[in-house]
């Protein structure tokens, strides 16, 4: 058995049960998605800093006009002031969904991941827009995620594809998605589809930094489809986090799963945004270099490289280009770490933030090397060329892998002379 004997139904249409998750900062690519819609399965974008992307995608000028807009700002802690355009979030929005999107082939589905703790120093109104602008854009799915807000859904209802765009919640407790659905079911606009992030996952976890480990996915899945059987709901559960080979999928599927999210082994893929060298890093990755920690501002415990480079920045704090992860208000806990740094540096010492990094700044730059647990896996995934470097599989090959191989193995990507 492999996951080809299983289809996903959703909206009405049929799909390959295999759904690439949403990697910010453009690390799930227009052309990763793309992959995915190609071969009948789902594909995510992300929108954590669009306006950052569409500048180096399409050459606007988003982030450099808002720096000089709020220069004033840069020496000074207060970024109270430093807001976005709504507008220009729009615009940034259609242009980068509107791209992707018109790419598609129709055998699949193209989804944004929308990451709700960008809270852009007003959080509802640029989450409205995110979301308002993807669904004008003719986005199929709208993936929230990271720090759920209960108010989405109330913030987007008079879109007129606010019942026709598949609407779905990654959760890690059953506590969480009781929460949401409440808010949900007086709305009568129940998610089209939850996503089960265990502890294994890539990016910001659900779990606490020092219990994550005690948590385990299968369980977590179990709960919720307990809970939603109960409840008498019949909404498709996606488990996500360490579904490393076809057979640990269809092992999902054998427990009621409709698709399987998954992300880690494709940061490899040729298509993924990573520079080619950090991928390099990403396969020579020991179990000991992946680490969990809360050096992200989202408050949030974040997986990633020990190697990081993000992990020794030192800069001032980046917020009149980016900002993305202010809170109303203006604050960012970088904001405090750096300037606390400043003011409790010695003469002659170099300027140490040891807490906090600032993850705008790291992202952009793919230096903030998040990654799933199982990147350590990844070496027996792909080819060590004659250079001694590793080859980069297509996504194509991995997605394939995924659907039709059996018994755990892994079929290597063709070798590439180099
Ligand atoms: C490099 C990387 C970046 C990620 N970034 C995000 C993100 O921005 N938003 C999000 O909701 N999930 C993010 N994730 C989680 C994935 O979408 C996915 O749910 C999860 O990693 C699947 O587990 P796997 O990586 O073990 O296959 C990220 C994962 C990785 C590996």
Sequence with gaps: MNVDNFRLQLGGKEYVPIIIGGMGVNISTTELALAAEKLGGIGHISDALVTYVCDRKFNTTFVNRKRKKYVQYTNSPDKAAVLFDLEEIAEAQKMY???????????????????EKLTMNNSSETLKVRLCAAMDAGIDGLTLAAGLNLRTLELIQTHPRFREVQIGIIISSVRALSIFLKRAVRLNRLPDYIIVEGPLAGGHL?????????????????????????????????PAGGIFTGSDAVEYFKMGASAVQVATRFTISKEAGLPSEVKQHYINAIKEDIVVNMASTSGYPMRMLIQSPTLRYAIKPNCEGLGYLLENGGKCTYIDAYYNAVAARKQGEPLAIKVKTCLCTGMANYDCWT???TTYRLKDTTNRLANGKWQLPKAADIFCDYQFSTDHTIRLPEPEVT
Excluded at 208 to 216: A, K
Aim: net charge neutral; charged share 20%; with cysteine.
């Design 206 to 238: 659900g779990f606490g930094p020092d219990d994550w480990h005690t948590f385990d996915l299968k369980t977590i899945f179990t709960e919720v489809l307990d809970f939603l059987k109960k409840e008498k709901l019949n909404i498709p559960v996606i």
């Design 371 to 373: 990654c799933g647990q």
């Design 97 to 115: 969904i509107g791209h992707t999107i018109s790419q598609k082939t129709g055998k699949g589905a193209i989804f944004l991941n929308c990451m």
